[in-house]
Every structure is written in C-alpha cells, then in structure tokens.
C-alpha cells in the first residue's frame, strides 16, 4: 500500500508564494508520474502538474510560467513551487502518483489547502 503525505498549504496575499511537498512512502513501482491536481468546491478536480520518474513535465495553461513542479526520487518525493499566486489559484491541492505499469494504480493524497486572498 502506497500512503501520500501532503504538506505546505496556507493564506497567503496575491502575488505571494508558496511550496507545496508530498512524500510517497510504502511499495513504489520505480517508473511512475507523480502530480498535483486541484479542486474548489463544486467542479471537477483538475491536473495542476506532473512529472514522469525521468523528469518529463507537464503543466495546466493557467499555471505556466507561475508554477514548477519537481520531484526528488530518491525521497519519493513531488514539489510545487507556486510564484504569483492568483485568487483563482484558491482550492485543495492534491498530490497523486499512478504508477507506469499494468492496472495503473493511482494514489492520493489527503490534500492541503491554498487560499489567496487579500
């Protein structure tokens, strides 16, 4: 069983930062995505950010250039660096990990709240 750890939400102003950690722990399967997605009460959860086990990253339009994704794989560990943070950047953060193999198992985390506000 894999567990994701989330850690680093909070309040913040507009135009402010934060870093987003989560830590995988548990029986890894080596070549895997891991990733942020986000979701604000009433709509879907969206795809924030990923990056493959060999560094291959991803990114939602409205995030480009304000965020960057990492990843540590010796910790089985992901980051969100988040530059600029918008109003709209508002919602749960989630972290997940599928894993590149038959069955595709995917995991979460317990998500971690971002609020920008003024």
């Known amino acids: 069983q894999v567990q994701m750890v989330e850690s680093g939400g909070g309040l913040v102003q507009p135009g402010e930062s934060l870093r987003l950690s989560c830590a995988a722990s548990g029986s890894i399967f080596s070549i895997n995505i891991m990733g942020w997605y986000r979701q604000v009460p009433g709509k879907q959860r969206e795809s924030v950010a990923d990056i493959s086990s060999g560094g291959l990253t991803n990114y939602a339009d409205s995030v480009k250039g304000r965020f960057t994704i990492s990843r540590d794989n010796t910790k089985n560990a992901v980051y969100l660096q988040m530059i600029n943070l918008k109003p709209e950047d508002t919602a749960v953060y989630y972290c997940?990990?599928?894993?590149?193999?038959?069955?595709?198992?995917?995991?979460w985390g317990q998500g971690t709240q971002v609020t920008v506000s003024s």
């Open positions: 997940s990990l599928v894993e590149m193999r038959a069955g595709r198992n995917r995991y």
